[in-house]
């Protein structure tokens, strides 16, 4: 038996680092385009299209901060290019050089090698976004065995979910794909006890798709992780003693530094749907979900009246943040009004001047001092890619 948990184990970990893989590819390609630096370039009068120069990438890698030299920078673009991710326009150059060389994604030429196990993977984040951008009632708190667990899926309401959609033409492939989502890590049992059977036990996605990763993991040979609660499309979470680097740093009441991760959306379309990020997932031999939030950042509540008093020690301030290819990067919690839990130090509202423990006050002109913070995040995830955000904050004496 042992021998068993251990071989099922290995492919656990083995799938999941090529679904690591495979994210952290698209991610960066989705942010290549929208800087121009992916585009048709011309050499000795022929034209390559939907293209990057190996050398001007890794510039774009340290000046991103997504690698500090560029040996490192080399060496995340070689794993790619060892994953088949990206290559060669001419296919003459099995290793990634800091030269003027052209290089492309698969994905934009088409050649990108489908085996079973990244069928299976696509096909389950294709499933993933549709259940995400798409209003219905199929993800639930529901409770299993006295235990609550959030956004949960009944299995039977998921084959008929998956017949409506045309995803199955019958019952038996629609659970055979349960099946198959399973045993590939996108999928399982809330406890982790059951296979995928069409009945009434429930299950979750546990591959976070739109978790941002940093391209630092790639070079990682594990891939630490931490349980996950999709409580809004703004997801914060209690980082564990051994997790991993793709973080946010925010500080509690008693100034202790936590680490905690969160969700971006996406802000390009494209023909795999949204790109941003939740935070890592578990292996199928991690513990259960957890299932509760980590302490506000707040060191007191307090009531819009309060912030909107007349000579008061709040001040104003209006950001203009304008999403990249994974989203705005920060987290929304609390209600009446609700604040800034987390920023991510390299996101966009970072840079524009966002900061914890700033109450929200308007979302592109409504004012939302008293809504909650999953109406806000839902505002945000469903309007423009520019937001307009009105905070207040405290004076600094």
């Known amino acids: 038996m042992d021998g068993i948990a251990n071989t099922m184990q290995k492919k656990a970990a083995e799938l999941e680092r090529m679904a690591e893989v495979l994210v952290t590819g698209e991610q960066l390609r989705l942010r290549l385009h929208e800087s121009k630096v992916i585009k048709d370039r011309r050499h000795h009068l022929r034209t390559y299209p939907n293209c990057f120069v190996a050398k001007e990438i890794i510039d774009w890698l340290i000046e991103h901060k997504e690698a500090s030299d560029r040996d490192t920078a080399i060496k995340i673009m070689q794993k790619l290019l060892d994953q088949s991710i990206i290559h060669h326009v001419c296919d003459e150059h099995k290793e990634f050089k800091d030269m003027k060389l052209f290089y492309r994604?698969?994905?934009?030429?088409?050649?990108?090698?489908?085996?079973?196990?990244?069928?299976?993977f696509m096909r389950g984040q294709r499933i993933y976004e549709k259940l995400m951008n798409t209003e219905n009632t199929l993800l639930q708190t529901r409770e299993e065995e006295g235990v609550s667990y959030e956004r949960t899926l009944v299995a039977s309401e998921f084959i008929d979910w998956l017949l409506q959609e045309g995803e199955m033409a019958t019952r038996e492939e629609a659970e055979q794909l349960g099946c198959r989502l399973l045993e590939h890590g996108i999928i399982q049992h809330v406890s982790n006890k059951h296979h995928f059977v069409n009945g009434v036990l429930l299950y979750q996605f546990r591959m976070n798709f739109r978790r941002r990763r940093r391209l630092m993991e790639l070079l990682n040979e594990r891939c630490h992780s931490i349980p996950e609660?999709?409580?809004?499309?703004f997801c914060l979470r209690k980082q564990g003693s051994d997790g991993g680097n793709t973080s946010f740093l925010s500080v509690s009441p008693t100034k202790e530094i936590k680490v905690v991760s969160a969700v971006r959306r996406s802000s390009m379309s494209s023909s795999c749907g949204s790109s941003g990020y939740y935070s890592s997932s578990p292996t199928l031999s991690s513990s259960p979900p957890v299932l509760c939030n980590p302490k506000s950042v707040l060191k007191k509540q307090v009531s819009p009246e309060e912030l909107q008093a007349p000579g008061g020690r709040y001040i104003k301030k209006t950001f203009?943040?304008?999403?990249?290819a994974v989203g705005w990067g920060f987290v929304v919690r609390g209600s009446k009004p609700c604040h800034i839990q987390a920023v991510d130090p390299g996101g966009p509202a970072a840079a524009a001047g966002m900061k914890v423990c700033q109450f929200v006050v308007s979302v592109n002109g409504l004012n939302v001092l008293t809504l909650d913070y999953r109406t806000v995040s839902n505002l945000i995830l469903t309007g423009p890619r520019t937001v307009v955000m009105e905070v207040i904050e405290e004076m600094k004496y």
């Open 229 to 233: 609660n999709h409580d809004s499309p």
């Open 105 to 120: 994604f698969r994905k934009d030429d088409g050649t990108f090698p489908l085996d079973s196990k990244a069928k299976v």
């Open 320 to 324: 203009t943040i304008v999403g990249d």
